[in-house]
């Protein structure tokens, strides 16, 4: 289809030559309510309603003769109680302005919709809004109900990934495929799993944990495989969803074993005497962010590439590389997207509860990726953010710069990555309607 087209275009171009998050990366932190909180950036004022039509259409989930848990707006119109040790702060708007209110630990209230770090909430006959990082749904079957095979945690690893993947194989044969991208720099497999048929007429890639201490996203990435896969997502459309969850393997292993080798601490003792970092190692190594040589995956795409300047050596994080493209992982990434010509990409990242939808200066492009993000708002209540002032030289830069594919990079959570198991529980809700949004979308664009 057209962009092959577009790539092998500049086929030369790249290989002379040859985008991290980007500055945007590494969202607001949050305190415990009840004590002091960190403020983060307003959210807006568009909240993802109970009503809106695209995700309305998906809540009756019916498999195995049963409803399974709802997908209508992020689970709105259902019970959810207060996640935390004292207290949560009820507000009168989607900031920390303004409190009108406490819902006490363990107390139940209706939600009513999503907004930014925010949910809206109606708790003693006030309606107001709370950090959606201490919340979570009344309903203990919440997780059990909704998957088959993913279990809920906070280190989903490599190893229970593989585990995983197996099983789903094993339990959807005829919705679910597997294949590999490719190999790390350690020697990792990175797998990809294929949701619907190979032949479908439309083509959706999902890449995440491209950083190593955003490995929530893989847990994220691996739950909706199992909850649509079980779920029969093909009723939305003849589309194929391509998922790797975890993109970086060996920098997801480094910070969830907080272990660095000989090189690594190398680099550790170097960013340290540079100032870059005062933590000591395990902590430090807790923070990866890139791959296992200390190049930011995410800093190694060729659209701004020569602008990423801070760091000129390995680092834990925003190290380009020597060239781009010169990571292995995104050597894979590159050449599974140019081959499999995606219609539609979508990055998962940690954290600000946010979506990034633009970069470059093709007009056409923009439009397009900023009309997918405005879909996938409506269904998870965050708010668009454009290209000024961050950083470029990502997946998502790239593929909407250079391929000219519709791409978002969504960053999920609120807190520092990697994120607390409890906010484990407003990212699943509000992104459970990201796989038959992103189907309607692409099939109104051709």
């Given at each position: 289809?057209?962009?092959?087209?577009?790539?092998?275009?500049?086929?030369?171009?790249?290989?002379?030559?040859?985008?991290?998050?980007?500055?945007?990366?590494?969202?607001?932190?949050?305190?415990?309510?009840?004590?002091?909180?960190?403020?983060?950036?307003?959210?807006?004022?568009?909240?993802?309603?109970?009503?809106?039509?695209?995700?309305?259409?998906?809540?009756?989930?019916?498999?195995?003769?049963?409803?399974?848990?709802?997908?209508?707006?992020?689970?709105?119109?259902?019970?959810?109680?207060?996640?935390?040790?004292?207290?949560?702060?009820?507000?009168?708007?989607?900031?920390?302005d303004?409190?009108?209110?406490?819902?006490?630990?363990g107390?139940?209230?209706?939600?009513?919709?999503?907004?930014?770090?925010?949910?809206?909430v109606?708790?003693?006959?006030?309606?107001?809004?709370?950090?959606?990082?201490?919340?979570?749904?009344?309903?203990?079957?919440?997780?059990?109900?909704?998957?088959?095979?993913?279990?809920?945690?906070?280190?989903?690893?490599?190893?229970?990934?593989?585990?995983?993947?197996?099983s789903?194989?094993?339990?959807?044969?005829?919705?679910?495929?597997?294949?590999?991208?490719?190999k790390?720099?350690?020697?990792?497999?990175?797998?990809?799993?294929?949701?619907?048929?190979?032949?479908?007429?439309?083509?959706?890639?999902?890449?995440?944990?491209?950083?190593?201490?955003?490995?929530?996203?893989?847990?994220?990435?691996?739950?909706?495989?199992?909850?649509?896969?079980?779920?029969?997502?093909?009723?939305?459309?003849?589309?194929?969803?391509?998922?790797?969850?975890?993109?970086?393997?060996?920098?997801?292993?480094?910070?969830?074993t907080?272990?660095?080798?000989?090189?690594?601490?190398a680099?550790?003792?170097?960013?340290?005497?540079?100032?870059?970092?005062?933590?000591?190692?395990?902590?430090?190594?807790?923070?990866?962010?890139?791959?296992?040589?200390?190049?930011?995956?995410?800093?190694?795409?060729?659209?701004?590439?020569?602008?990423?300047?801070?760091?000129?050596?390995?680092?834990?994080?925003?190290?380009?590389?020597?060239?781009?493209?010169?990571?292995?992982?995104?050597?894979?990434?590159?050449?599974?997207?140019?081959?499999?010509?995606?219609?539609v990409?979508?990055?998962?990242?940690?954290?600000?509860?946010?979506?990034?939808?633009?970069?470059?200066?093709?007009?056409?492009a923009?439009?397009?990726s900023?009309?997918?993000?405005?879909?996938?708002?409506?269904?998870?209540?965050?708010?668009?953010?454009?290209?000024?002032?961050?950083d470029?030289?990502?997946?998502?830069?790239?593929?909407?710069?250079?391929l000219?594919?519709?791409?978002?990079?969504?960053?999920?959570?609120?807190?520092?990555?990697?994120?607390?198991?409890?906010?484990?529980?407003?990212?699943?809700?509000?992104d459970?309607?990201?796989?038959?949004?992103?189907?309607?979308w692409?099939?109104?664009?051709?």
């Amino acid at each position: 289809m057209k962009n092959r087209i577009v790539y092998f275009g500049l086929a030369a171009a790249l290989l002379f030559s040859l985008c991290g998050c980007a500055a945007q990366r590494g969202g607001p932190t949050s305190s415990a309510p009840g004590q002091a909180e960190t403020k983060p950036a307003a959210a807006g004022t568009a909240v993802s309603a109970q009503k809106d039509t695209t995700a309305a259409e998906t809540s009756a989930s019916v498999t195995e003769g049963k409803t399974t848990a709802s997908t209508a707006a992020g689970r709105t119109g259902e019970l959810w109680q207060a996640n935390c040790d004292d207290f949560i702060s009820l507000r009168k708007a989607a900031n920390h302005d303004g409190t009108i209110g406490k819902i006490p630990a363990g107390e139940t209230f209706t939600l009513e919709g999503w907004s930014g770090a925010f949910a809206k909430v109606t708790y003693g006959g006030k309606t107001g809004y709370v950090h959606s990082s201490y919340i979570k749904p009344a309903d203990s079957g919440y997780f059990a109900d909704a998957l088959s095979t993913v279990k809920l945690t906070d280190t989903y690893t490599y190893e229970q990934m593989h585990l995983d993947i197996d099983s789903l194989a094993r339990r959807y044969p005829a919705a679910l495929s597997l294949s590999s991208i490719g190999k790390s720099e350690q020697g990792r497999d990175i797998p990809v799993l294929k949701i619907g048929s190979e032949k479908a007429k439309y083509r959706v890639f999902i890449q995440a944990a491209i950083h190593g201490r955003e490995h929530t996203t893989a847990w994220l990435a691996m739950a909706l495989a199992d909850y649509w896969a079980k779920n029969d997502i093909a009723r939305y459309g003849d589309v194929c969803y391509h998922i790797v969850p975890m993109s970086n393997p060996d920098g997801v292993t480094i910070s969830q074993t907080k272990t660095l080798n000989d090189e690594q601490q190398a680099i550790y003792r170097r960013d340290k005497e540079k100032g870059y970092t005062s933590l000591g190692m395990a902590q430090y190594a807790a923070e990866w962010k890139a791959n296992a040589l200390g190049t930011d995956l995410n800093r190694n795409f060729p659209s701004g590439w020569e602008y990423v300047t801070a760091r000129n050596a390995p680092s834990t994080k925003n190290y380009r590389g020597t060239e781009p493209f010169s990571a292995a992982e995104a050597k894979c990434l590159r050449d599974y997207t140019v081959g499999n010509d995606f219609d539609v990409t979508i990055s998962l990242h940690t954290s600000g509860s946010l979506i990034y939808y633009e970069y470059g200066k093709d007009k056409t492009a923009n439009a397009r990726s900023k009309s997918l993000a405005e879909a996938v708002k409506k269904v998870t209540g965050y708010p668009l953010q454009g290209s000024s002032g961050v950083d470029g030289a990502g997946y998502k830069d790239w593929a909407v710069d250079v391929l000219k594919i519709p791409s978002l990079t969504i960053e999920v959570g609120c807190g520092d990555s990697p994120l607390a198991l409890r906010e484990l529980y407003s990212v699943f809700a509000r992104d459970l309607s990201l796989l038959p949004t992103i189907a309607r979308w692409v099939q109104t664009q051709n």
